[in-house]
């Protein structure tokens, strides 16, 4: 399959029959749905829904620039391999918490919010561009729920990582990903972000903290073959040469379960 053209990823999202607000449905009672003119793929039945969506949207919404879209350049050796320490950097702490809950899951006491290998999470600081210094957009209920910055700014990390070509990573690759998303039963609703794929892969670095907090979520099951492919035995899970590269591979897995175990902990 060749990799899409300019014009295919510039095309507006599909616009549903319901609006987001108060899940009235066009099609019964006739009406033209108004589209947030920022992302392009919310909708709503009358401005007095899309004002009360706000307050939930701004924090899932992030600008479609449509005509704009293309691929950027293909990060050279030098770059690529600078980025591929820091994600094996992040990889690693993702690997050593995942491994202190996997030893504990089956305490039936155990509360994954008393693990102390949360501290690592805290304490993880990105290097720039991909600190909070340079992305200052926060996830709602940041005040009240301590993890939640942290693991959207690494969501947005391996985001950046994983849709940014190189040379170990094909534009055609990562087209195909971007593909994927279309074939994804998203719920709808002004709670909920919405991901379209031709700016995930064109714009991987300025999402909204909605659209990385639901990444995080989701990428474990987008990158499949990075993880469950290759060399098994008969059980059939993957075998890895090294520790190093094992967290790697399952950095997205790590990452799903970390936040399914803290995004919610106060």
Known sequence: ??????????????????????????????????????????????????????????????????????????????????????????????????????????????????MNENEDILNLKLQPPYDQASYTRLPSGHQTHKYRTNIMLISRFLTIQFMTPSPS????????????????????????????????????GDLSPGEYALLASIWNIMTVDEWSVGSAEPGGERQFATVEEKAFAMRFVNLGLMYNALWDVE
Request: charged residues 30%; proline residues 5%.
């Open 1 to 114: 399959m060749s990799v899409s053209s300019k014009e295919e990823l510039n095309q507006l999202p599909a616009a549903p029959s319901i609006c987001f607000e108060c899940m009235r449905d066009s099609e019964d009672d006739s009406l033209k749905l108004l589209r947030c003119t920022t992302c392009k793929n919310e909708f709503y039945c009358s401005v007095a829904c899309q004002r009360k969506a706000w307050k939930q949207h701004k924090h899932n919404c992030s600008l479609l620039p449509i005509k704009e879209l293309e691929y950027p350049e293909v990060l050279d050796a030098t770059k690529a391999q600078e980025m591929a320490s820091e994600v094996q950097r992040v990889a690693d702490v993702l690997y050593k918490w995942e491994l202190a809950s996997q030893a504990k899951r089956d305490d039936k006491d155990f509360d994954p919010a008393e």
């Open 169 to 204: 990573r094909t534009v055609e690759a990562i087209d195909a990903v971007q593909r994927s998303f279309a074939d994804l039963a998203m719920p709808r609703g002004a709670d909920y972000a919405q991901v379209w794929g031709p700016k995930i892969a064109c714009r991987p």
